[in-house]
């Protein structure tokens, strides 16, 4: 939360003296404010932005929500597997209804840490998709956005549905991990952008086939695949995914890919990413029959059930409710079932 030269955090571990980020990005924060509690990061500050992988967010939503107050603007940058209708329902049963909660559909820059308190940052995305919860605050939170980051860095989309389809890292890293699954195992030192060889690139366009039929189902309007790179690595758009990321190679911003299997592309990725494709893709008869298949090939592989491990998605109960339900909710935050939410406007 907070912003400038002082941004506050909230530690799991003791903080180093500074905070270094190198690379597109140049700063140093000299005295960086540590909160010892979610009660006081909230108590301290005016925006809380939720910063880390999926697998964390519901723990954290839990921590923060008894403390947001009334008019707090809440940015969760990712979104995933839509846990703003999570913390919505957190806030609601507080009669906390007045947060404006911000979804990103990716994060403001491509980063990795180098070490305890070291970032280095490859690139800054020109193009955020975001949204809020409840829609009508969408105005004052891309506001918001855009005093913090920068005026022309966000584009507001149609709604929740359309910013979490609007991710394309968890179908991009399905097909580089699968692709390149030995490298990670390795633990070798391997350029990810070099490594989107054309049958890896056919691969990530047919999986964006599927993501942009649910899309065109559920009438809302994303970012293709090519868009995505050419947004987020500042290369020209291509004729094929694999001709772009060799561009970005041969430009220096490829990115390395990872070397554990420990990686977010896969223990993120799969349960918060892919598996909500799946249930959109069911919900909307668009079956996504490559991302169900990769989530069943990761599980196979690392011996988990990466469906079960989505604790956003078993939280809400996302099975009890149909597709209109989940349009309402998009723009409400409420998901609700059609007569529970005539019973909630009657009064009854």
Sequence with gaps: GGGGDKGEGWPTKPSPAALTSTGAVEATIVEPRIASSAAQLVRDNDVVLIALPAYGHKCVFDALAPHVRHGQHVIIGSHASLGALYLRHLLAERGVDDVPITAWGTTAVLARRSSGNEVHVSAVRKLIDMCAIPSEYTDASLEVCRTLFGRDRFRRRDGLLAVSLSNLNPQNHMGIALGNMSRMERGELWSQGEMVTPNIGR????LDEERL?????????VRTIYEHF???FHVPLGSSVSEM???MHERGNGGVGPSTVDSRYV???VPYGLVLTVALGKLTSRPAVLHESGVRIFSAMYGRD????????????LEKFDLDD?????????????V???ETETGT
């Design 203 to 206: 691969l990530l366009e047919s």
């Design 213 to 221: 039929d649910i899309a065109n189902a559920l009438g809302v309007e």
């Design 230 to 232: 050419h947004l987020s």
């Design 245 to 247: 990321n060799r561009m």
């Design 267 to 269: 223990t993120e990725d």
């Design 306 to 317: 990466f469906t079960a491990e989505n604790e956003l998605l078993d939280a809400l109960e």
């Design 326 to 338: 989940l349009k309402r909710a998009a723009e409400t935050g409420l998901l609700l079932r059609a």
């Design 340 to 342: 529970e939410e005539t």
